[in-house]
């Protein structure tokens, strides 16, 4: 018997090409969200404080045992203070503050350090990149430039701001080829929303 003889593999046809086209989209991946440990501990800390002696002083005069000194003090202090006393009005005006803040603690994501990564319909695992690293990569690859001497890279959500310092080379050469090589970098991370990116060209200062 004869062995069969080995055949180079057949290029991909269009069958390949329609199964890579169809794979899924990315779809947008949302901010990350803090657990505001800090806000959370703070105020439970304050309601435990406050309400935890007040709760026992009431469940105490429930069970027919007299109101404590010091709340009778302060109701006597409530009654005998006048609505629009500065204390009161002062009193009103920070929990007034200290509730708005607590609802846009609760309403808001935080963590602005970190910009969300592009995702498959099928991955349930979400990852991001700290804006620092964002930095880092961009300013390696601005360095990488021929001309460019240095660099400071500022991130943010939605916009990059490059200051670059040329010490050879026109620097209209040098700003297009910073575009470019910018713009594959922030392309090559994978980001959910892109950012975009501004680049600032000059010479360095004459001594």
Request: charged share 25%; net charge positive.
């Amino acid at each position: 018997m004869s062995a069969a003889p080995n055949r180079p593999p057949e290029p991909a046809g269009p069958a390949s090409v329609e199964a890579a086209e169809a794979e899924p989209p990315a779809r947008p991946a949302r901010r990350f969200w803090s657990e505001r440990r800090v806000p959370a501990v703070l105020v439970a800390a304050a309601v435990l404080i406050t309400g935890g002696p007040l709760l026992y002083d009431i469940v105490a005069v429930r069970a027919d045992r007299p109101a404590t000194e010091w709340r009778r003090r302060l109701a006597d202090s409530l009654d005998a203070t006048a609505v629009g006393d500065a204390w009161v009005v002062t009193g009103c005006v920070a929990a007034v503050l200290a509730g708005v803040c607590l609802v846009v603690l609760a309403v808001t994501p935080g963590l602005r350090g970190i910009l969300p990564m592009r995702r498959r319909e099928a991955e349930q695992l979400r990852a991001g990149i700290e804006r620092g690293a964002v930095g880092v990569v961009l300013r390696d690859r601005a360095l990488a430039v021929s001309g460019v001497r240095t660099v400071r890279v500022s991130v943010g959500r939605h916009r990059v701001r490059v200051l670059a310092e040329s010490h050879f080379r026109d620097l209209d050469v040098v700003r297009a080829d910073l575009d470019a090589v910018l713009d594959d970098a922030v392309g090559a991370l994978g980001l959910s929303r892109r950012p975009s990116v501004t680049v600032h060209a000059h010479r360095p200062a004459k001594r």
